[in-house]
């Protein structure tokens, strides 16, 4: 028999990013104004139904009535000086997100440090060169909901160990326009890598199921449990999926490139900051988006992003903080491990998310 198939992972078509690295539209050349010695932040960040104020998820006939996009999560971040001009920046994220039948589960990290190696000199800015490295992993994620493929209906995929890596080089100038009131850009250039352990399914043919693992673009498939059809009953099977232009790696373990760019500004009157920041992110990413184009399928290479934080410090060393950020388009930096051929069709979509935290200075 010959086992006709096309890879596809549909099921991982939720909605939601937040765009490139988290908070790159906030970065600053003076984290001074911040804290003088550094701080640690306590947040909790949500998506849901209630917090949809654009109606998102409603206008979608693909996700009105479901849980795709629902988002809950918590992160901590700590930054610290190291010496003067040079800090030092840490942070992780526990993500669980939703499509319209599964919760996936994501760990977020990411370190950086940033060396100012010019002060501001009247209109001359404040320049920093800024170094880290980010990304996500799960143990696995796993689709309950049937995806259908050429040739066959899967009845559930599995994935282990999905990741992805960057590396990140800024670029940052800040202005002191007043003594409450800065503006800084920034450039930004980075690689992002993707990986994972292992591929499987599950399919039911000719009334029997068959579990389905990959090694690359083979195929073995093999009888799950005992079956009762009339005729003949198939044990095991094999097929390439290069044999109909499937590249598994390519397409879902994909290695690329991205440029961005951003400006912000901050405004402190008394224990109030205010602060708001725009990025623009294009990526370039190797063969996956080929073979989408070949496919007619859409491409999805630039992202809008906007953040809006206001911080109320009520005690000396501890301020609340209430943000807000907007996106053009879905994961599209933020969490790459999540864009694969089959799923790019879903990051036209815009998102929102909140986020509420504690940050204690030192």
């Known amino acids: 028999m010959v086992f006709r198939f096309a890879f596809g992972f ?10 490139a690295a988290p908070l790159d539209a906030l970065l600053t050349a ?15 960040d949500h998506m849901n139904q209630r917090l949809d104020f654009l109606n998102i998820r409603e206008s979608d006939p693909l996700t009105a ?10 992160h901590v971040s700590a930054a610290l000086r190291a010496a003067d001009g040079v800090w030092l920046s840490g942070s992780l994220w526990k993500r669980a997100i939703s499509n319209a039948t599964d919760t996936f589960d994501y760990t977020s990290w990411q370190v950086a440090g940033l060396y100012r190696f010019m002060e501001a000199d009247g209109k ?22 049937p995806v259908t493929v050429p040739g066959a209906i899967l009845n559930t995929v599995k994935i282990t160990e999905p990741a992805d890596r960057q590396l990140q080089a800024d ?58 059809a009339t005729g003949g009953v198939i ?10 232009g499937v590249d598994v790696a390519s397409e879902i373990a994909w290695h690329g490139y991205f440029i961005q760019a951003g400006i912000n500004s901050a405004w402190r009157n008394g224990p109030w900051t205010l602060q708001g920041g ?11 988006d080929d073979i989408l184009a070949a496919r007619s399928k859409p491409v999805y290479t630039q992202n809008h992003g906007l953040t809006l934080q206001a911080d109320y410090r009520f005690n000396p060393h501890l301020s609340a903080i209430a943000r807000g950020q907007y996106s053009s388009n879905l994961f599209f930096g933020e969490i790459p491990v999540t864009y694969n051929s089959s799923t790019s069709d879903r990051f036209g979509s815009r998102y929102t998310l909140f986020t509420l935290g504690l940050r204690a200075d030192f």
């Open 10 to 19: 549909g099921w991982l078509a939720f909605a939601l990013t937040v765009g």
């Open 30 to 44: 003076t984290p001074e104004q911040i804290a003088s010695r550094g701080y640690v932040e306590l947040g909790t």
């Open 65 to 74: 009535g479901t849980k795709a996009g629902d988002y809950l999560g918590g």
């Open 124 to 145: 001359r800015p404040a320049l920093a060169l800024r170094l880290g490295a980010w990304g996500t992993r799960s143990v696995a994620t796993e689709s309950t909901a």
């Open 171 to 228: 670029l940052i100038g800040t202005w002191k326009l007043t003594p409450t009131t800065d503006v800084s850009a920034l450039l930004s250039a980075g690689s992002s890598k993707l990986s994972y352990g292992a591929l499987s399914a599950t399919t039911t043919r000719n009334l029997c199921n068959y579990q389905l693992t990959f090694n690359g673009n083979d195929i073995f498939g093999t009888l799950a449990e005992p079956c009762s």
């Open 235 to 244: 044990q095991q099977f094999y097929d390439r999926s290069g044999d109909y």
């Open 278 to 288: 725009y990025l623009f992110h294009v990526v370039k990413r190797n063969l996956v």
